[in-house]
């Protein structure tokens, strides 16, 4: 249901406190008393501002039709939407998950930091989830395969743009919006939060060190094709979270480059359409001087990969190892001058995406528990599981922490357009570092209310439990990030990472 209140029409705004009234009341209403209730809940909307725009592409687009979003002769009007608690729909395919301030604690990613009119945005995007993406996810985890279906329908929706400039066609999504948009697919589907993450990262780095025809032709392809982008960074004999340092080596020859190396963690492999490589140009071992992005066509000739990928969890982001010997790039492939990469503050958002991740699926788990205990009935005594207390101690618990995680979350996210360089690495390490120590712990935890049958392939809590495990294994790591936050603490050098070659502040 959507409630919607037009300033002038001020009978029609008194019935709409009314029912947003007798919605919460709803919510808090036994079952016997809610359905006569949630009954009250009706579409006062009328005409063209009736009309989901369904059919559009372009959010923004869908959102001006109805007048959700002001025009150019638009004044803002704002926008109230509520949705009673029996119409939300299955999560995961298994069992009705119920929303998040249900768990305890409340949705701030949305609630506190995000407009009316982004909250409509993260709506839409919770519903594509729920009814499309989430019953495809056990599917994809157990083939290892990318979701490309569900690519597809986040590109419908406009998501695959979404970081990208509005002047290029993009939604433009400001930081606190992308990461309630992310953090809401991953409650869903883990894999395909992830990949898009990575993907909207590559965006951002084409959008801040990009030339102008990098960005007309590369946002253009996302925009009107829905073509993805992965990025390659990961090496074998050196690990991110101690140095950024690369082997994989590029080189001017003649008017094109030549990529040679091999790359581990390659995400989205055969499912992208362009990869951004992390390269040392010719070889060089100061990455502050010789760190050099490169975009790769996926059919460039001198690609290959031995296609292994067999994991315990993040299987369907198919990331295997992948070699290149001799691959030519074209000069235009080239993306940013050397060492660029690392002075923009587009790096740091990896981690705090990573974060948004962990906690849609900590969230998601811990639904599934609840929604468990709830209907489970144990004998002798006849009661569900959710009576006994030392299970309402642990639901108690984990629900706390999850609302201090997303606390921090949301306000890294919301202070984050405006921070600089450093201050991202912070932030980022600070989400990261919550999300990842509370979401292992709400993962595991859920399985344990559950008790066996939590571990059955058949519920989404073993499938969490093992996203969340491997998902938090991407750098930085809880150490690098404790100590780099420490360092903040202390007045010294607070990078994110330590780049090869450069001296540390401080």
């Given at each position: 249901m959507r409630l919607r209140h037009q300033p002038r029409e001020a009978a029609v705004l008194r019935v709409l406190r009314a029912l947003h009234g007798a919605g919460r009341r709803a919510r808090r209403a036994p079952p016997?008393?809610?359905?006569?209730?949630?009954?009250?809940?009706?579409?006062?909307?009328?005409?063209?501002?009736?009309?989901?725009?369904?059919?559009?592409?372009?959010?923004?687009?869908?959102?001006?039709?109805?007048?959700?979003?002001?025009?150019?002769?638009?004044?803002?009007?704002?926008?109230?939407?509520?949705?009673?608690?029996?119409?939300?729909?299955?999560?995961?395919?298994?069992?009705?998950?119920?929303?998040?301030?249900?768990?305890?604690?409340?949705?701030?990613?949305?609630?506190?930091?995000?407009?009316?009119?982004?909250?409509?945005?993260?709506?839409?995007?919770?519903?594509?989830?729920?009814?499309?993406?989430?019953?495809?996810?056990?599917?994809?985890?157990?083939?290892?395969?990318?979701?490309?279906?569900?690519?597809?329908?986040?590109?419908?929706?406009?998501?695959?743009?979404?970081?990208?400039?509005?002047?290029?066609?993009?939604?433009?999504?400001?930081?606190?919006?992308?990461?309630?948009?992310?953090?809401?697919?991953?409650?869903?589907?883990?894999?395909?939060?992830?990949?898009?993450?990575?993907?909207?990262?590559?965006?951002?780095?084409?959008?801040?060190i990009g030339s102008v025809e990098q960005q007309r032709r590369y946002f253009d392809e996302v925009v009107r094709q829905g073509k993805l982008f992965g990025s390659w960074g990961s090496e074998p004999a050196v690990s991110l979270s101690r140095s950024i340092l690369m082997e994989t080596t590029v080189r001017r020859e003649g008017a094109d480059y030549v990529v040679d190396g091999v790359k581990h963690f390659c995400t989205m492999a055969l499912g992208a359409s362009h990869y951004m490589v992390w390269c040392a140009l010719d070889g060089g071992t100061d990455m502050a001087k010789s760190l050099q992005l490169v975009l790769v066509d996926a059919d460039a000739p001198g690609i290959t990969t031995d296609g292994k990928w067999d994991t315990l969890g993040m299987r369907a982001t198919f990331s295997p190892s992948v070699t290149f010997t001799g691959v030519r790039v074209p000069a235009e492939g080239r993306l940013g001058d050397p060492g660029a990469a690392t002075r923009v503050g587009v790096i740091e958002i990896f981690a705090l995406g990573y974060a948004a991740v962990y906690l849609g699926i900590a969230e998601a788990a811990l639904a599934f528990a609840i929604d468990y205990a709830k209907k489970r009935i144990v004998r002798p005594e006849n009661v569900a599981v959710a009576m006994d207390p030392a299970v309402q101690r642990h639901v108690g618990e984990l629900a706390a922490q999850l609302d201090a995680a997303n606390l921090v979350l949301a306000d890294s996210a919301a202070r984050w357009d405006g921070a600089d360089v450093v201050e991202r690495g912070l932030l980022a390490n600070r989400a990261k570092y919550l999300a990842t120590e509370v979401g292992l712990h709400v993962t595991s935890k859920a399985i344990q209310i559950v008790g066996g049958r939590g571990s059955y392939k058949d519920f989404p809590a073993e499938r969490a439990f093992r996203d969340l495990r491997t998902s938090t294994l991407m750098p930085p790591t809880v150490d690098r990030m404790l100590e780099a936050i420490g360092k903040s603490v202390l007045g010294l050098d607070a990078a994110m990472f330590n780049v090869a070659g450069s001296k540390p502040r401080g």
């Open positions: 016997h008393g809610r359905a006569r209730r949630v009954a009250l809940l009706v579409d006062l909307g009328t005409g063209r501002d009736h009309d989901p725009p369904r059919r559009s592409r372009n959010v923004l687009r869908a959102l001006r039709r109805r007048r959700d979003l002001p025009g150019a002769r638009r004044p803002p009007q704002p926008l109230h939407r509520g949705l009673a608690a029996g119409h939300r729909r299955d999560l995961h395919g298994v069992r009705p998950v119920p929303a998040a301030r249900h768990l305890g604690h409340a949705d701030v990613a949305r609630d506190r930091v995000v407009s009316p009119i982004q909250s409509a945005l993260v709506e839409r995007i919770d519903r594509l989830t729920r009814e499309k993406i989430a019953p495809r996810a056990a599917e994809y985890d157990l083939a290892g395969a990318n979701p490309v279906e569900s690519w597809r329908d986040l590109w419908r929706e406009g998501i695959l743009a979404g970081a990208i400039p509005a002047a290029h066609g993009g939604l433009g999504l400001d930081t606190a919006t992308y990461v309630a948009v992310i953090r809401t697919i991953a409650r869903g589907c883990a894999n395909t939060a992830m990949t898009v993450h990575m993907h909207s990262t590559v965006m951002r780095f084409i959008a801040t």
